[in-house]
């Protein structure tokens, strides 16, 4: 989002950003506001409503970024910003995500909130103007279940600097994620408890780092004298420099992975299961490591540890792929296709199309712009 707000600005729109909680918290606001980028929160802000009441009618566009806040905010938004258009940035789909865990763990209350997750965004899609999502996977399932609406694809965006440290120099390997979210402490659990134990005959001195914030204390509990549980880092630049690859083994998610697109842009090769790949058009041996299983996992691991000609392979094919799909340059020209006047008057051409009732699938912030 930091990214998109930026390259909305540079294409010359007046942007503003109110944030859920109307929180300021450095040093995010103090990074867009030096950019450019209007900030709106606490105090000079009571609620998002009161500041549509004052000013909705200015603004063309209104992207509500995630299903609770866009819930939150669209009516308010449809009523005090009449002639804006609004767009319902998913992030990734939530329900998507949740029937997954479902279907992993045969919880029926994950299960139902899963269902009632799918309600709440097919309704969200329903109500705005045009619907992001990050991968075309997640288009497509949108897409055949309401096929007169507008479903643009609006993936991450990373930057591409690339990598310096040779094969030769590098050793351990890395997870890094938000251990707010759920799928990433599955994961590291699940890796630490079934897959880790296949590599230390092979990898006996190497270290494994989990990077991430609010690490719980099952994750804290990981730690021994070859698994560092680092906390957040302000700064990761430092680990990728000096690792050999990153990890993916996530059982359950939707969307596209920062993680991955973090490393591949780095060039630090990775190792994935294939949901942690989905929708990335990523080829296995050529840009990652797709293994499913602990056994192939371990082996894929200790392989490309071990291999300088598939380790180089599989950074420059990644740096090559991240720079033209996720890159900044890539995004800057998707973002003015979908702010110009041409696919604004397809879409609303699209929308005046009588959409005929659709069955439920089987699987089940807040930013402005002017």
């Given amino acids: 989002m930091f990214h998109v707000l930026n390259i909305l600005h540079r294409l010359g729109h007046h942007v503003t950003f109110i944030p859920d909680n109307l929180a300021d918290i450095p040093p995010y606001g103090d990074e867009l506001q030096k950019r450019g980028i209007e900030v709106v929160y606490h105090p000079y802000l009571k609620s998002v409503r009161d500041y549509l009441t004052s000013h909705g009618s200015r603004f063309d566009a209104v992207v509500l970024s995630r299903c609770d806040f ?25 329900f998507l995500r949740d029937s997954r865990e479902a279907r992993l763990t045969q919880d ?36 055949g279940q309401r096929p007169h609406k507008t479903i643009e694809v609006v993936t991450n965006i990373v930057e591409v600097p690339g990598s310096s440290t040779p094969f030769s120099l590098r050793q351990d390997w890395l997870f890094i994620g938000s251990f707010q979210h759920p799928p990433n402490v599955d994961a590291v659990i699940y890796f630490v408890q079934e897959i880790y134990p296949l590599l230390r005959e092979n990898l006996r001195r190497s270290k494994f780092y989990i990077i991430g914030d609010k690490a719980p204390p099952e994750v ?21 420099d000096n690792v050999k690859l990153s990890i993916a083994p996530l059982r ?104 005929p009732p659709m069955h439920s699938t089987n699987e089940p912030g807040t930013e402005f712009h002017s």
């Fill in 108 to 143: 029926p209350e994950v299960q139902l909130k899963a269902r009632e997750k799918e309600k709440q965004e097919y309704a969200l899609i329903d109500e705005a103007d045009e619907t992001w999502v990050v991968s075309t996977v997640e288009q497509k399932l949108l897409q």
């Fill in 252 to 355: 359950w998610g939707a969307g596209v992975k920062g993680k991955i697109n973090q490393s591949m842009g780095l060039g630090v090769p990775v190792v994935a299961t294939s949901l942690a790949v989905e929708g990335m058009a990523l080829t296995d041996h050529e840009d990652v490591l797709v293994a499913d299983e602990p056994g192939d996992f371990a082996r894929a691991l200790i392989e490309l540890y071990e291999s300088e000609e598939l380790w180089n392979r599989l950074s420059e094919n990644g740096i090559r792929k991240t720079r033209a799909f996720y890159s900044i340059d890539a995004a800057r020209e998707r973002l003015r296709h979908l702010f110009s006047e041409e696919h604004i008057t397809a879409s609303r051409r699209k929308m005046e199309i009588p959409s």
């Fill in 220 to 240: 804290i509990a990981l730690a021994s004298e070859n698994i560092v549980v680092t906390g957040l880092q302000r700064d990761v630049r430092p680990y990728f």
């Fill in 70 to 94: 866009a819930r939150k905010h669209i009516a308010d938004v449809r009523l005090h910003a009449p002639r804006a258009r609004i767009v319902f940035d998913t992030v990734d789909l939530h």
